[in-house]
């Protein structure tokens, strides 16, 4: 199984999962599955198109939100939409499971969350987010 960190009751990040897994993150509860890596970013990756077929298989939506280095606001608009329209629990990867969880928090700030509130979400799924967030 994939190494899933919570962030919130309904929002989790993972560092790259396999199509294989997908199946057993449907099992514990999520419904939507967003993929923060662009392909081909590693040799051994499944591309998006590969994750896509085997969620629709597992009985997950997934979404494709590739992020090189930092996210974008825009990148940080979307991954917020996507989170607020899934049907229930979500888990998003990339390698380390870092940029999806920063624009994931990215957006969520936008919308006006509290920092501190984002700071101490990262910080207990195992994420320093200061640096991106502010102290």
């Given at each position: ?17 396999e199509t ?39 009985g ?8 090189r ?15 607020d ?12 499971g ?38």
């Open positions: 199984m994939a190494d899933i960190r919570p962030v919130t009751a309904a929002f989790a990040v993972a560092p790259q999962i294989a897994d997908l199946t057993d993150i449907a099992a514990h509860g999520y419904r939507l599955v967003i993929n923060n890596r662009p392909d081909h970013e590693a040799e051994d990756q499944p591309t998006s198109d590969e994750m896509a077929m085997a969620a629709e298989v597992a997950l939506d997934y979404v494709h939100i590739p992020v280095g930092g996210p974008t606001q825009d990148q940080a608009v979307a991954m917020k939409a996507a989170v329209a899934a049907d229930g629990a979500v888990l998003a990867f990339c390698r380390s870092t940029r999806s969880i920063i624009t994931w928090a990215l957006g969520q700030a936008l919308a006006g969350v509290p920092r501190h509130q984002l700071i101490e979400a990262g910080r207990r799924a195992g994420y320093d987010l200061t640096g991106v967030l502010g102290g």
